[in-house]
Structures are given as C-alpha cells and as structure tokens.
C-alpha cells in the first residue's frame, strides 16, 4: 500500500488564529501569584515567567557579595526591544525598565552594597486606570528605601521574543549599559515575585488577552 505524503502534510496545523491565542494553551503560572526563582533559571519564555505587567508587584532578590564586591544582573526579562531588569554596578542595585527601546525608566541606589548577605528588593506599585499605565517604583536593601521614581508609562502585553533570566541577562541585553550576559559575580540564593491582585476590569482584561494574542502570532 502506498501512501500518498505529497497529497497532505500529516503534521501541518492550520488553526492559525487559535496557535495565537495564549488563553486556549496550557499554563504553568495562571492563577499563580508568587514565584521563586533559583540560579539557573535562565531562558525561560516570557509566557511561562511571571506576569508583572498591569499589576503592582514586588521583586526581591537575595544575594551573597563576596569582599570586594561583585556586578552583574540579578534578575531580568524581555531585551532590547524591551524589558526589565534588575542588577548591579559599580556596588550599587539599579532597576531599569525599556519601555520598547523609547523611554527608559532607571532607579540607582544610593547605598552602595558591604559585602555578606543582602536583600535587594523593588516595589513597584500599579497605577491602574486601564491598561499600560504608569507605576511608582521603590527600591529597598535590607528593608532601607535606598532609592525611588517612577515609570510613566508601561508595556501592557508582551515585551518581545526574549526570556526570563536570573542572574544574567541572556539574548540582547534589557539596558544599554551592560554588554550581555553580564552575570552577576556574587552568588544568587534566590530571587522571589509576588503579585497583587489584578486591578483591570473585564474589558482591559480583554484587550490585554487580544495584544498578547496578536504578539504571539507577529513573533511565532
């Protein structure tokens, strides 16, 4: 008996518009509103990392800097074309965010870091109104402000085609003032983020769902 393989594609999928839509594919972080990451989570997609967008939220990283002290990134998603990312240079935590490569939003300590254990953790509270508003950002060591600003206006779907990293910053970098990977020197014990409930109504919701579905189809 032949079989006829050039008559149809017996792997070929033409739901085309349902491949594109997040909401119809399993998921390992829905419903899930904290997470812990250890080092060696790296390359995770953005869809299974996550969510921070359009909410308030808390990144807290927990770290060891040798003497000496120790750069290098300690958490970070998207890329060039937009991300965040939260990392250490010349001994001081700075958090920046890409709004698509347009804006950069960019907090430094003003406490640089001793070396031993250290709690690095950002605030980032939600303005809410709608979709891809602005938020107000703390950044803290050790429970110390030692740092504050905002962003004025942020990505409300996807950030791209890049990842999820801890403790580097893989693929094109999230700022343009580290060459990648940039990996942190010190050593990562965790980095844990917890998300407040979702203040978006049942139509934000809905055009959140309907951009991350045209993202899915423009990057696959």
Request: proline share 6%; net charge neutral.
């Amino acid at each position: 008996m032949k079989t006829m393989l050039g008559r149809f594609t017996p792997f070929s999928d033409d739901r085309f518009s349902e491949r594109g839509d997040p909401s119809l594919r399993p998921s390992l972080i829905a419903g899930r509103t904290e997470f812990t990451y250890y080092p060696g989570s790296n390359r995770i997609p953005e869809s299974s990392a996550a969510n921070t967008k359009n909410v308030s939220h808390t990144i807290t990283a927990t770290i060891e800097v040798p003497q000496g002290g120790a750069d290098g990134v300690l958490v970070a998603e998207g890329g060039a074309a937009g991300g965040y990312t939260l990392y250490i240079k010349d001994g001081k935590p700075i958090y920046e965010y890409n709004f698509f490569a347009h804006e950069r939003y960019k907090v430094v300590s003003s406490v640089t870091l001793s070396p031993g254990p250290a709690v690095v953790r950002v605030d980032i509270k939600y303005d809410g109104g709608g979709v891809g508003k602005g938020e107000g950002i703390s950044l803290y060591i050790n429970d110390k402000k030692v740092g504050d600003g905002r962003i004025d206006k942020s990505v409300p779907s996807r950030f791209g085609a890049e990842n999820f990293d801890v403790g580097m910053d893989t693929g094109s970098p999230v700022s343009d003032t580290y060459e990648p990977p940039f990996a942190y020197a010190g050593s990562i014990k965790k980095v844990t983020i917890a998300l407040q409930p979702s203040v978006l109504g049942g139509s934000d919701q809905k055009t959140v769902r309907d951009m991350e579905k045209k993202a899915a189809l423009i990057i696959e």
